[in-house]
């Protein structure tokens, strides 16, 4: 082979790896894509979409704490990474489910962004767009899955819908509060009877923050009696962490994250399909 045509195959294939390159982080950012939504005059609802390939189902996800994750135009988010079904999302997207993280709206960007506002008409509004635009985009069943704090924004929202076309196909509540100082509304103390789709309860027995004690969840799960089916994962084991209402230990499902997921997705796939309209 004459030393041009060496040359010409190491040319080539240089701009075969080149183009390689630039096409895998291109095909990545197709599967990770932040969406403003429009919801209230003059607001919009930030939302970071991690799709699966072959997805049977969407999960969108209320993350704990304030909230305000601040995601970034490129998908980065500052504060609450390590947030469980925020931490995990790209395994779970492996598994077979879209993973919507919703962050607080457009006119809650500061202190003390969702804080006081989880249980207001106008967080109803801003989720009901994003339930809207979940179902407009995929036509797949939509679970809107609350984390510690953000069990307040799911229940809430599922108690408010009922069986409206914009309620949730279920609706997921781990690490559940359960207790706290008055006068905010603990899950226990909502009108949970309103609840007119399946509730699936996600908790660690061995939970030790003071909000969330496990033996307090039945008091909760006794009153969503209307809820067309109700199911409880429980564990134990991991490890903890010494800040115990932190999402990296007990209250996080630290090291079983595998098995949580999985349970999760199996039992919303196996009792909630897409709702049909009016139903």
Known sequence: MSALSRLHRLVSRWLCLGWLALWVPSAWAQTNQVHDIPTRDGVTQRVLWVQAPAAKGVMVVMPGGHGGMQITDRGGIPWGETIFFVRNREALARQGVH?????APSDKLKPPYLDGHRQRPDHVTDLRAVIRWAREQTRLPVWLVGFSRGTHSAAYYALQTGQSDDAPDAVVLAASILSDKPPTRTVPDKPLERIRVPVLWVHHEQDNCQYCPFPMLK???DKAVNAPVQGLLSYSGGTDHPDTCG??????????????EKDTIAWLLANAPRRQKGA
Not at 99 to 103: A, F, P, R, S
Not at 247 to 260: N, S
């Open 247 to 260: 999402p990296l230990g007990f209250h996080g499902f630290r090291q079983l994250e595998d098995k949580v």
């Open 219 to 221: 008091l909760a799960m």
């Open 99 to 103: 993973v919507i993280v919703v962050d």
